[in-house]
């Protein structure tokens, strides 16, 4: 006769451990480190962006994905696969100093940055904050052969598959009374987004560059956090937002999904003088001009697979000489750019942007 395990049995063959609730071990505390304190009247703003390079840092602005996120721009990440980089020199060709003005400072007593609907203590504010103009030229080097030029981006076109991750989401943000980064990169297929750390408020308008549709209208509400004596990154000095400044700051505004590549002109409607551009690209092969250690105008694009590739170039308000141009990159080697633009109307800065499809 067979014999088969009874419920009596199969529960005496359970163990169930029962620890009284005033015995239980509480988890081991863990030290949270102690918040930064700001300097005397310094004002708390913005975190470093990563995509924003510091001084003298290759200026490509690529940020990894976290594991398993993806997005579908069309680009595959190959991590082996030969490749190489193009390290190149944005610049107005000229025999003498073109004398470009040097953008002043932000007035917002006077007309042209004078702000809408001022919020209270809006205007002590920005009147103690100095908020520096974009500057599109540099000061004329004999050693580069003109003027170096500033945030012009440099595109690969076509690139499908590289070592490179794929783009980051676009993400700006108001600080100090600045809109930062001045040029920002986005994939197609995701969003622009935007945020403040300033106390008052903005209204954010997203234009594309080439057809002037709008993209965006809309307010961004100020930060409301309170941070009583340490706060985030200062102008001098680096510090770190605790968490509980952070779930205060006001939520971040996104447009919808951008799914055709092209340039776009970013500006508030309350602060005339804030204005961005974002490119939205297929790929992470693009680069912007800026201001390094050792030269201004250098651009540098690393790991561009091996092949024949078109690169283009944009710039918010200057026009180059020749947009596309074909080149040839090979493995392990760095191949060296001239890109030419044309120099500004009478050597004066131009006041209106022609863009260029990437």
């Known amino acids: 006769m067979k014999r088969t395990l009874g ?48 001084e003298g840092a290759s200026p490509i602005l690529v940020r990894p994905l976290p594991p398993g996120v993806r997005r579908d721009t ?33 007035d917002i007593d006077s007309p042209s940055d004078r702000i809408k609907d001022p919020e209270p203590k809006e205007l002590d504010y920005y009147r103690k904050v100095d908020i520096d103009r974009a500057r599109w030229v540099d000061d004329y080097s004999s050693d580069q052969g003109g003027h170096p030029v500033l945030n012009a981006v ?20 108001v600080n100090n009374g600045e809109l930062h980064p001045l040029i920002a990169f986005s994939p197609v297929n995701d969003r622009l987004e935007l945020r403040t750390y300033d106390y008052f408020s903005s209204h954010v308008v997203i234009r594309d560059a080439d057809s002037g549709r709008m993209v965006l ?17 200062d102008k001098q000095h680096l510090q770190a937002w605790n968490w509980t400044q952070w779930k205060r700051l006001a939520r971040p505004i996104q447009t919808e999904v951008i799914r055709e590549q092209g340039f776009f002109e970013i500006r508030c409607r309350r602060h005339p003088w804030q204005r961005a551009y974002a490119v939205v690209f297929d790929s992470p ?22 092949g024949t590739w078109t690169v283009a170039a944009w ?23 001239r890109i030419a633009f044309k120099p500004p109307p009478g050597g004066a800065s131009p006041a209106a942007a022609k863009a260029r499809g990437p």
């Open 285 to 306: 092969y693009l680069a912007v001009s800026g201001e390094g250690r050792r030269a201004s105008g250098i651009f540098r694009i690393q790991k561009v697979p091996a």
């Open 217 to 233: 209208d809309k307010p961004l509400a100020g930060n409301t956090a309170s941070f009583r004596g340490h706060g985030a990154l």
């Open 154 to 173: 440099v595109m690969v076109r076509g690139v499908e598959q590289g070592p490179l991750p794929p783009l980051p989401r676009g993400k700006l943000h």
């Open 7 to 54: 419920p009596c049995l199969l529960g005496a063959l359970v163990t169930v451990v029962v620890v009284p609730t005033g015995c239980r071990k509480a988890p081991p505390a863990t030290e949270e480190p102690a918040p930064a304190t700001s300097p005397a009247g310094g004002r708390p703003s913005a975190p470093p962006d990563p995509q924003v390079p510091a």
């Open 74 to 106: 069309g680009y595959v990440q190959v991590e082996k696969m030969p490749a190489g980089d193009i390290l190149g020199l944005c610049y107005v060709p000229s025999t003498s100093d073109l004398k470009p003005p040097v953008p002043g400072p932000v």
């Open 315 to 337: 710039h918010p308000v200057l026009e180059p000489v020749e947009p596309t141009r074909t080149v040839q990159v090979k493995p392990d080697e760095t191949l060296e750019l």
